[in-house]
């Protein structure tokens, strides 16, 4: 006959790190929105749209969220290591 294991498939620090990997990817997309580049719609800001933190920063932290989000997943509870 199968046992029947109800032991929790993640612990609280799992969920911890999953909600870091959350907030690290949601700074990401905030940053990269960027929000408002001029005032004047009809005036294309190149510097603005093209910066550094747009282009390089935001892409770098959602892909370091992503990262985050996939250790939260494989890392084993402390309780099941031994």
């Not at 199968?2 to 990817?25: C, D, H, Q, R, T």
């Not at 408002?36 to 892409?59: E, H, L, M, Q, W």
Request: proline content about 5%; glycine content about 6%; overall charge positive.
């Amino acid at each position: 006959m199968k046992e029947n294991n109800n032991a929790p498939m993640f612990s609280l620090e799992n969920y911890m790190w999953m909600l870091a990997g959350i907030i690290v990817i949601a700074l990401g997309m905030i940053l990269m929105s960027g929000g408002t580049s001029n005032t004047d719609p009809a005036v294309f800001d190149k510097s603005a749209v093209y910066s550094f933190t747009r282009i390089t920063v935001a892409p770098v932290l959602v892909l370091l969220g992503l990262v985050i989000e996939v250790f939260a997943i494989f890392k084993t509870p402390r309780s099941a290591k031994s």
